[in-house]
């Protein structure tokens, strides 16, 4: 018995595995109940007593030895498993950090920057005014006839009637409420965002932006107009840009024009985004009429001004060819993202 129980515990000593299916199996073989050891133990109730107490003191090392080899081997292998899951989540510890996402500009956004930006650079100063006006600073000021067909419901958000509270139609009114506070020289540009009781479709929003221009001080000229809004379109659209003026009429400017630039995308030769004319429109402009020099406490015998204003999804549908109006008010993270590194 006792060659039996060494040769067992040689067995168990140089027992080795990196398999979890083979220590238990191993376990099992040795010491379930019908196992090698568990077998001698039942032959060792028929010893004759002299011989019980070293036999069962070899046994019982036996079962101790098996027991601790059994357990060291699976603590062996669970922690080998351990490691490996966590190296399989980092599985390159030397790879670069991968950054929270970061928000970007909206496009709408980094087009009146550029546009705010060429005009302060030439001593123009941003002003702001309410988006929910009165009559007097969206249209009477402006010269707008009470019968004028843009102060009707079907154009304009009313939010109260008599006297009239509305959303501005345009930043117009910002004109009038600068020209209220400040004297001339006068040269700022406010932009901002308008309403109108449009549909929603490709082509047309009830919410989008303006920039408006103006200029007040001795002796402007139409020329000075003209100047400013060709240094405009070279700085935004490129050096090689030219600039039309077509005749137009605004009731708060006198004479007024509508700004054409030379088509960005074809250089004037005729594509289908200018339809095969070479130009496409990107403001209006003008004279100030005198009558909202008057109305705005500015003498109009002695100052004279020019004011401009454009649409910011306008220019920005030029500038990175997206031609729904939709799309900049969805916020899909799959149109924002295009403009990641633009700002
Ligand atoms: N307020 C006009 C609009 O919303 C745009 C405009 C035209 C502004 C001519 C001006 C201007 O200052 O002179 O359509």
């Known amino acids: 018995?006792?060659?039996k129980i060494q040769q067992l515990l040689k067995e168990v000593e140089n027992f080795t595995s990196e398999s979890m299916e083979e220590v238990e199996a191993f376990r099992i073989r040795m010491l379930s109940k019908k196992g090698l050891i568990s077998e001698l133990f039942q032959a060792f109730k028929n010893l004759p007593p002299a011989e019980k107490k070293t036999v069962g003191q070899q046994l019982n090392q036996l079962k101790v030895t098996a027991l601790d080899k059994v357990n060291s081997l699976k603590q062996a292998i669970e922690e080998q498993q351990t490691r490996q899951k966590s190296s399989e989540k980092y599985p390159d510890l030397t790879l670069p950090v991968d950054f929270a996402?970061?928000?970007?500009?909206?496009?709408?956004?980094?087009?009146r920057n550029q546009i705010n930006q060429?005009?302060?650079k030439i001593?123009?100063?941003?002003s702001e005014g309410p988006e929910i006006e009165d009559d007097w600073h969206n249209f009477s000021a402006l010269n707008f006839a009470d019968e004028h067909p843009a102060r009707d419901m079907q154009d304009t958000f009313f939010v109260e009637k008599n006297p009239d509270i509305a959303l501005r139609t345009h930043t117009s009114s910002v004109q009038v409420r600068v020209m209220d506070g400040q004297k001339p020289p006068i040269r700022t540009i406010s932009p901002g965002r308008v309403f109108r009781n449009e549909a929603i479709s490709a082509r047309a929003h009830c919410i989008f932006h303006q920039v408006e221009?103006?200029?007040?001080?001795k002796k402007v000229s139409f020329a000075d107009l003209k100047h400013v809004l060709d240094h405009f379109a070279r700085e935004f659209f490129g050096a090689h840009t030219q600039i039309r003026l077509r005749p137009s009429y605004f009731p708060f400017t006198e004479p007024s024009a509508e700004v054409d630039v030379s088509c960005p995308f074809c250089k004037g030769k005729g594509c289908n985004i200018c339809k095969g004319t070479g130009w496409v429109e990107?403001?209006?402009?003008g004279m100030v009429d005198p009558n909202?020099?008057?109305n705005c406490g500015i003498d109009s015998k002695v100052y004279s001004g020019y004011a401009f204003g454009m649409g910011i999804e306008r220019i920005t549908m030029l500038k990175y060819m997206v031609n729904d109006l939709r799309l900049y008010f969805e916020n899909d993270m799959r149109f924002l993202k295009q403009f990641e590194t633009a700002f």
């Not at 001593?123 to 941003?126: C, N």
């Not at 221009?213 to 001080?217: K, V």
């Not at 990107?282 to 402009?285: A, D, K, S, T, V």
């Open 292 to 294: 909202v020099l008057d």
């Open 101 to 111: 996402q970061t928000g970007s500009r909206h496009p709408i956004s980094i087009i």
């Open 282 to 285: 990107i403001m209006g402009c």
């Open 123 to 126: 001593g123009f100063v941003i």
């Open 118 to 120: 060429i005009f302060e």
């Open 213 to 217: 221009g103006l200029y007040i001080d």
């Open 1 to 3: 018995m006792t060659e």
